[in-house]
T-cell receptor, first 112, second 113 residues
Framework: NAGVTQTPKFQVLKTGQSMTLQCAQDMNHNSMYWYRQDPGMGLRLIYYSASEGTTDKGEVPNGYNVSRLNKREFSLRLESAAPSQTSVYFC???????????FGDGTRLSIL | KQEVTQIPAALSVPEGENLVLNCSFTDSAIYNLQWFRQDPGKGLTSLLLIQSSQREQTSGRLNASLDKSSGRSTLYIAASQPGDSATYLCAVRGPGGYNKLIFGAGTRLAVHP
């Protein structure tokens, strides 16, 4: 019972490098989300996908792009990484409507 | 703009104590409120979800209440155990959008034997 799987779990990048964070869910959920969590702060929504084929900006989308590859997969791309993007990134999914979100274990990203 | 605040930021209690974690939000026009648990190095696990029309939800030793008009929610943990040690986050969903959540910064709970 995998739930929401994120890869990689850890990554160190240099400023200016690009990277794609992967997320896959096996629960047949319609909606998927990307959040970042910084010390002393709550999670903040970067992008979300209400259903396959749609994506929308969240609270902090600058510097990121996303792709909803199919119903299972939702990737987050950093085109030119900056130290301010050092954070823990979480992917989540939910079936529809007002249901609890299911979270992956996160990707810890450091940008030097 | 909706803001969610959790007080205290950290809490340390002896095993067996009953305790209350607090969550406040600035805009009472919410769709629901959710409490999560986060263990170190892990993702979030949903504990309780309260719809805006509900006053409370219970699961085992956990009870969450919601007072939408005053912008407050509490998470009550009965007979705390060392295994309850974790960070607890609350999040509110606004009336628009697709289940977009606004999170508080969390309360880090330590229950010592």
């Amino acid at each position: 019972n995998a739930g929401v799987t994120q890869t990689p779990k850890f990554q160190v990048l240099k400023t200016g490098q690009s990277m794609t964070l992967q997320c896959a869910q096996d629960m047949n959920h319609n909606s998927m989300y990307w959040y970042r969590q910084d010390p002393g702060m709550g999670l903040r929504l970067i992008y979300y996908s209400a259903s396959e084929g749609t994506t929308d900006k969240g609270e902090v989308p600058n510097g990121y792009n996303v792709s909803r590859l199919n119903k299972r997969e939702f990737s987050l791309r950093l085109e030119s990484a900056a130290p301010s993007q050092t954070s823990v990134y979480f992917c989540a999914s939910t079936p529809a409507g007002s249901q609890p979100q299911h979270f992956g274990d996160g990707t810890r990203l450091s940008i030097l | 703009k909706q803001e969610v605040t959790q007080i205290p930021a950290a809490l340390s209690v002896p095993e067996g104590e009953n305790l209350v974690l607090n969550c406040s939000f600035t805009d009472s026009a919410i769709y629901n409120l959710q409490w999560f648990r986060q263990d170190p190095g892990k993702g979030l696990t949903s504990l309780l979800l309260i719809q805006s029309s509900q006053r409370e939800q219970t699961s085992g030793r956990l009870n969450a209440s919601l007072d939408k008009s005053s912008g407050r929610s509490t998470l009550y943990i009965a007979a705390s155990q060392p295994g309850d040690s974790a960070t607890y986050l609350c999040a509110v969903r606004g009336p628009g959008g697709y289940n977009k959540l606004i999170f508080g910064a969390g309360t880090r709970l330590a229950v010592h034997p």
